[in-house]
């Protein structure tokens, strides 16, 4: 087989740490690099555990999952580690799946010929590393649940045993527990001075067939003829070189069909990955386009070639671990497929709205989401979370349920229909809040629709629409016969000469300002450029802001990092900063009447570079085009001149904002000092999802450590969603504690998928500001209709509660009842779904909310322009 020798900084790094290892005297023992090859739940990160503990000689554990400060890295950071650790005399071991020769190839070559190159093949029975797999929680790669058997199936049918030939001096292969100990108990034997027999150990068979077992397990072979060697898997696994490594240029996935991280990266920051490892689902191509997926030539069982099981597994493979649905009569058959799926896990949900409020926070956590409701009733219904959706660039999948094939064309009136023929109203309705449409109404092209839309919303970064009539999704076709290959996306390249005359402008631009600033908008994450633009404010030591929408894209803990440019309403100091700059750039940014204050920001144009993710604008002078956004900052970095005036303004005029006024014993709960408290809850371990309302106002003033998340929906600010959301979001992420700031007229909208939450499992902490009203449309326009019935919301819970699950619910008027509260449901209930009314006066807003809404209210207000 031809080796693919992957990027050539992969080469550099091999070539470098091979020569510097001959060139050295280290005067030490000669070091062993161990490769651990197993599929995800073999046991390679406790061997290395046992060993590492107990062997005397000097080891370094080099793992993908934990190797970018704690999470999940690339092939490249580590052979780079590897190249170090084997510099410095360490032994290694490389804790990554390496199933395959050409993932093993460049590790081989680090070090030269006096390291001895070890492989340790764990190749236990698959149902054992499906148990574990499934059963394991806090995975350091995030392979846990149902995601985890697909991963632990598609890896063990693909799956190259190593050989002598590769370059090992030793290969030991382990096929049960017993032979694990033995062989952890050699390496433990193995002194500073010991060595270990080279040549080939346990192996049963040369040509190590694919075992029979996972086949039986996750497919159900019904004879042993649909088990193939592994070696024929292996050659017909490669799909048009689609399993080739390439260096992509993704921030964060400098490899993605090599990696043991994360296959699409988060849609919201390329510093805070946590999505399902899918590493080896999905590869990509460099050339920018989404390709015409192709099957291989791995035939299913006929029987089982059908619809539904392709989208099931299409899902399983874009990292979808959990569809979030509500039953109809015409998507129940669909249904059945995607329980099925052993990747997959559905959620029902109370309604379809809440169902794509779920997928949208689902989405902003994984980076891709998806959702099933049943025709027009059901699509309509879920429509207004699409569009939502659409506002915030979230890849979502909404798949609908659609009517009988055979009734198209045919004059019928069907129920959940207007009452006319015309089957089309909601393809009609969703055109204008999805990048793309696909009406699945008949076998033939199926395949290409499905592969064609959810490959749309990858890389459009938008939701798609799939209709799927109901009686299509069993009917084996041959089309679906065969294993699909790889999803293939990629990033766009960007114009060299433009993007060379753009970096100039911007660069003589930013060079001549005296006091410049750089602002963060809501389209850096879309741009996959946040990395990009935080190395960009440490070459050039700006002044850093983010608009509102922005909040958590860049990390607060940076240095020069000055807060929330929002108007009027920024916090503290920093509109005087950004606003007298004599140069500002814009990064991403949606200037709308609810971020411009109501069109009241005090920027002039004439200073300002505005940076989209494929478009630069120079002051008033000239736009250049097919620019992506993250290319841009990567090349301006290098060009411009060290400037920290605007921050050192900065830190000569700010004056830290003071506490709260204590509360007296017993005062009435004020809503600063609610927020007080939340501020010291926060940590790398929460979220905080923030509702429409002065919550926007209230978390904008949360300083979030490093890791702690933040999201909440500012261009299309439809309330209710934070519900929805954070049932999608704590699915996404259950490692992390949500904690949710909800008012109580929002609240109402949604409330019901707290019952989703409960059935989940969810551990989140919801905060139900009870103020007896729509506060931010009071602020805008008051009248008699923002007054809302109000609800005993404990009650209501524990009613949805009924004892079934873990839920914990309590009602705070006071500081003392809220500082009990917390500390119950950060303690004794920390593994509760905790719901905490806090009762507090219907006058009680921020004062930024207060300037915010006289703003808006008068934008709303202005005349009609004459005519």
Not at 755 to 765: A, E, P
Request: proline letters at 5%; charged letters at 20%.
């Amino acid at each position: 087989m031809e080796i693919d020798r992957g990027s050539t900084s992969q080469d550099q790094i091999t070539r470098k740490h091979g020569e510097d290892m001959e060139e050295e005297e280290k005067g030490k023992l000669n070091p062993i690099m161990v490769l651990l090859v197993g599929a995800p739940g073999s046991g390679k990160s406790t061997f290395c555990d046992h060993v590492m503990k107990t062997c005397p000689r000097p080891w370094a554990r080099i793992c993908q999952d934990t190797i970018n400060n704690g999470k999940s890295g690339t092939k490249i950071q580590c052979l780079a580690s590897a190249g170090s650790a084997l510099k410095d005399g360490k032994s290694v071991f490389i804790d990554r799946c390496n199933l395959d020769r050409e993932q093993r190839a460049d590790f081989l070559k680090l070090g030269g010929p006096q390291v001895e190159k070890h492989a340790v093949v764990l190749d236990l029975p698959a149902k054992l590393c499906i148990s574990r797999s499934v059963k394991r929680n806090g995975h350091e790669g995030n392979l846990q649940g149902g995601k985890a058997a697909a991963v632990v199936n598609r890896m063990l049918q693909k799956k190259e045993l190593p050989k002598l030939g590769e370059g090992f001096t030793r290969i030991t292969f382990c096929h049960d527990e017993k032979d694990v100990q033995e062989t952890i108990n050699m390496y433990i034997a193995l002194g500073p001075s010991g060595s270990i027999p080279s040549g080939c150990f346990g192996q049963k068979n040369a040509d190590a067939k694919v075992q029979l077992g996972i086949m039986k397990f996750l497919r159900k072979v019904d004879s042993p003829g649909d088990a193939r060697s592994e070696a024929n898997v292996s050659q017909k696994c490669v799909h048009n070189g689609a399993s080739k490594e390439k260096d992509l240029g993704i921030e964060g996935t400098q490899n993605i069909s090599v990696r043991s991280g994360k296959a699409f990266e988060d849609v919201k920051d390329c510093d805070k990955v946590e999505m399902t490892s899918v590493a080896d689902l999905c590869s990509l191509p460099t050339n920018g386009c989404v390709s015409t997926v192709q099957n291989s030539a791995v035939p299913f069982n006929s029987a089982k070639a059908t619809l539904g099981r392709h989208l099931a597994r299409r899902l399983v493979q874009i990292g979808v671990s959990d569809v979030f649905s509500v039953p109809g009569d015409f998507n129940l058959t669909l249904l059945d497929f995607l329980i099925a799926e052993p990747g997959l896990n559905l959620i029902g949900c109370c309604n379809e709205l809440n169902a794509g409020y779920a997928a949208d926070g689902y989405a902003r956590a994984r980076g891709v989401g998806a959702c099933v409701v049943t025709f027009t009733v059901g699509g309509l219904s879920v429509l207004n979370a699409i569009a939502g959706a659409y506002s915030e660039n979230l890849p979502l999948i909404c798949i609908v349920g659609g009517p009988n094939s055979n009734d198209n064309g045919t004059n019928r009136i069907l129920h959940h229909t207007i009452g006319l023929p015309d089957f089309s109203q909601e393809l009609r309705c969703f055109q204008t809040v999805t990048c793309y449409q696909a009406v699945v109404n008949n076998l033939e092209d199926a395949h290409e629709s499905i592969d064609t839309a959810i490959s749309t919303a990858l890389k459009e970064s938008k939701p798609v629409y799939i209709s799927v009539n109901c009686n299509l999704p069993a009917i084996p076709h041959p089309t679906f016969s065969r294993e699909p290959a790889p999803f293939m996306i990629s990033p766009r390249v960007s114009n060299k000469m433009g993007l060379e005359a753009a970096v100039e402008a911007a660069a003589a631009f930013l060079n001549k300002a005296i006091k410049p600033v750089m602002v963060g908008g809501p389209k850096l994450r879309v741009a996959k450029a946040c990395n990009a633009f935080v190395e960009l404010a440490d070459a050039c030591g700006y002044a850093l802001a983010v608009m509102p929408s922005a909040k958590g894209l860049v990390p607060e803990h940076h240095s020069h990092f000055i807060g929330t440019y929002w108007g009027v309403v920024s916090t503290a100091f920093c509109a005087e900063i950004v606003e007298s700059a004599d140069a500002y750039l814009f990064a991403g940014p949606i200037f709308n009447d609810f971020s411009s204050v109501g069109y009241s920001l005090l920027l002039k144009k004439e200073k300002a570079i505005i940076v989209q993710p494929d478009r630069v604008t120079i002051a008033n002078g000239p736009a250049f085009g097919c620019i992506l956004m993250k290319d841009f900052f990567v090349a301006l970095a290098k060009r411009l001149k060290c400037n920290t005036t605007a921050y050192e303004n900065y830190y000569r005029i700010y004056v830290a904002e003071g506490l709260p006024l204590k509360c007296e014993p017993m005062e009435p709960l004020r809503v600063n000092v609610l927020f007080q408290h939340i501020q010291k809850m926060l940590s790398s371990e929460t979220a905080v999802i923030a509702e429409a309302g002065d919550s926007w106002f209230n978390c904008q003033k949360l300083q979030l450590p490093p890791a702690c998340r933040y999201e909440f929906q500012m261009q299309y600010g439809s309330i209710g969603w934070s519900v929805g959301a954070t049932l999608g979001y704590a699915q996404a992420v259950p490692e992390k504690r949500v904690i949710a700031c909800i008012g109580d007229g929002s609240f109402q909208m949604t409330a019901q998928d707290v019952s989703t939450m409960i059935r989940s499992g969810q551990k989140s902490i919801i905060f139900l500001i009870n103020n007896g009203g729509y506060t931010i449309e009071v602020v805008i326009h008051d009248g008699p209709y923002n007054v809302i019935k109000n609800w005993n919301y404990t009650a209501l819970v524990d009613a949805i509660h009924n004892g079934e699950g873990n839920c914990w619910t309590t009602k705070v008027q006071y500081e003392e009842e809220l500082v009990k509260a917390i500390e119950t449901a950060t303690g004794d209930k920390k593994d509760c779904l905790c719901f905490i009314e806090v009762i507090v006066h219907k006058d009680d807003t921020s004062k930024e909310l207060l300037e915010w809404g006289s703003r808006v209210s008068a934008a709303n207000s202005r005349p009609p322009n004459p005519q």
